[in-house]
Structure formats: structure tokens, C-alpha cells
């Protein structure tokens, strides 16, 4: 049986390198040949990387569920892709994740990778994508001309937040550090606040908030909200909160590739750019998900081959 570089948590939810069986796409799968897959820290602490779907322990989990790479093999009745097509996407979260030569998905995860796009570029984009395109349009229902409150411009979600409210006509306010002011102004924030020096309150009352960050920042940020306002997270501790106002603000993330693919041409069009804070090799994944790296704006990324 082939076999493949992965990489996997331990118990101490560590990344070691393993060999695994190469996977075999079973009825409407699709193996995909992996070229580079996003980091997102948190996963670590997932439910999905310590569970299975059934509620039952997980352990040696492989993370990374957004990925670019090539149609490797089809399942029976899988028929939206042909062998050799490069696309972009995601997998399931109790899948194994992509951080491995290859893992399986399903085509409706999935669309061509835009053109415009490097491969590790395009591995950078599908959960944040889709998360800011979910929360402001689906949830939040953001109209134009509103004034729309982002926490967090310039992290891997919020970056996408910041340009799509802008090109929906939205009234862009976003907190960042001191030293991404200027990058978030330059994907269209018409206000930048730096959390440490001013209180985001400063910024009056708004229709939208997007909070990325969670704590102390959600708990201050009901009382911005104009009557009819609107309010969602995606902090990991608000998921676990017994506030039913938290509860109802709070989502995840849901793969379309529908939607990633009416998405995608916005990046050909150059409506919408990925920024990429530092690529690594495999090899270099538990580094990758320490959360230590410093950088650049950006999603960190794993080369899963040169």
C-alpha cells in the first residue's frame, strides 16, 4: 500500500511526523494531492481534534482542513472534477486534515483555484474567506451605507472581513495593533482604532459587529450596537458561553464551494487579495501551530511539497 508524509497531534498536542497509508476516496470523494494547506492555531484546542463525529475520543488527529492542491483520484459518482485539476477548499473538520501529502474531501468543498492565485496563496484563503463572507452577509445580513464594526482587521479572517464590507458599501471601522494601521486602511478600513492606545468605544455606535477576538472585547462591544443591530463571533471561548445573546452571535464556519467559487473570482477581478505571513515546510508544522510566529498580516501556510 502507498504511503505518505503527514503530520500529527500527540497527546500532549504536539505535531510529529508520521507515515500514513495514502487515502483511498471512497463513493462522491475526491483524493486530493496536497500542495500547501493553511495553519489555524486554535485547532489545537478544536472539539473535532480530540472527537470523532459520533462523540467518541480522537487522538493523533492530522490538522489543517483549507488546502490548495490537484485532483488526485475520484470516488465512484464524483464527477465535478477530472484528475489534475487544481483546486482549493476544504475538508470536513473530523477528517484528517490536510497537512500531508494527501487527504480526502468532497467536491461540494471544493472550486478551481482562481488564476490569479499561487497555490500557497489560495491555501490561505478558504476558511477566513468564508467565515467573513458567512458572518457579514449571511448572519449579519450587512446592507450598504452601514457602519460596520470589524475586531481584528488584521488577522486571517479579519482581512477578508474588512474587504468585502468595503466593497459592499459598508462604513468600515476596524481595531488592529499599531503596526497593521496602515496595511488595514489599505484594504479599505475608512477607520483603524489601535486597541492598545484607544478604546474601540470611541467609535460610536454602529450596525454590524464582527468580532473575531472574543473576552473582554465581546463583552464591551454589546452596548455599541444600534437598536437593530447586529452582532457575530467566531471567538472560540464565546462557543462555550452560557449567554444566550453570545449563543445566537456565535457561528462556524460552513464549507461551500459554491460559494468559494463566486468568491474566488473576486481575487481574478482584484476586488479581493490573500496575504500569506510566512510559509513553512512540513516538517516545520508544530512550530507553525505554536502561535509564536511573528510576521506579516496574514494566514501562515504548510508546504506539503516543493
Request: hydrophobic share 40%; charged share 20%; proline share 4%.
Amino acid at each position: 500500500m502507498a504511503e505518505m508524509n503527514a503530520m500529527e497531534f500527540t497527546d500532549e498536542l504536539n505535531l510529529q511526523p508520521v507515515r500514513r497509508p495514502v487515502p483511498e476516496p471512497q463513493a462522491g470523494e475526491i483524493l486530493i494531492h496536497v500542495s500547501a494547506a493553511g495553519v489555524t492555531p486554535t485547532e489545537k484546542l478544536w472539539y473535532t481534534t480530540s472527537h470523532y463525529a459520533d462523540g467518541t475520543a480522537r487522538s493523533k488527529a492530522i490538522p489543517g482542513h483549507e488546502f490548495s492542491g490537484t485532483v488526485a483520484g475520484l470516488g465512484a459518482g464524483a464527477t465535478s472534477y477530472s484528475l489534475g485539476d487544481v483546486v482549493f477548499g476544504l475538508n470536513d473538520w473530523f477528517a484528517e486534515g490536510a497537512t500531508a501529502e494527501f487527504c480526502i474531501t468532497k467536491p461540494s468543498n471544493l472550486s478551481l483555484k482562481p488564476s490569479s492565485l499561487s497555490r500557497v496563496e489560495a491555501a490561505s484563503a478558504p476558511i477566513g474567506l468564508l467565515t467573513a463572507w458567512q458572518g457579514l452577509h449571511l448572519q449579519a445580513k450587512l446592507q450598504k451605507g452601514e457602519r460596520v464594526l470589524i475586531h481584528g482587521g488584521a488577522g486571517a479572517v479579519g482581512l477578508f472581513a474588512v474587504q468585502l464590507a468595503k466593497s459592499q458599501g459598508a462604513y468600515v471601522i476596524a481595531t488592529s495593533s499599531k503596526a497593521n494601521i496602515d496595511f488595514v486602511k489599505q484594504l479599505g478600513a475608512n477607520e483603524v482604532i489601535d486597541y492598545r492606545e484607544r478604546r474601540f468605544e470611541e467609535a460610536g455606535l454602529v450596525d454590524v459587529i464582527f468580532d473575531t477576538v472574543g473576552g473582554e472585547t465581546l463583552d464591551r462591544s454589546w452596548d455599541l450596537l444600534k437598536p437593530g443591530g447586529r452582532l457575530v463571533t467566531i471567538a472560540a471561548d464565546a462557543e462555550s458561553s452560557t449567554d444566550p445573546r453570545v449563543k445566537s452571535a456565535f457561528f462556524i464556519v460552513e464549507q461551500d464551494g459554491e460559494q468559494l467559487a463566486a468568491l474566488g473570482k473576486l481575487f481574478d477581478s482584484g476586488e479581493l487579495k490573500a496575504f500569506v505571513k510566512a510559509e513553512l515546510p512540513m516538517e516545520e508544522a508544530d512550530h507553525a501551530y505554536s502561535g509564536s510566529i511573528a510576521g506579516n498580516p496574514g494566514k501562515l501556510i504548510i508546504r506539503t511539497k516543493e
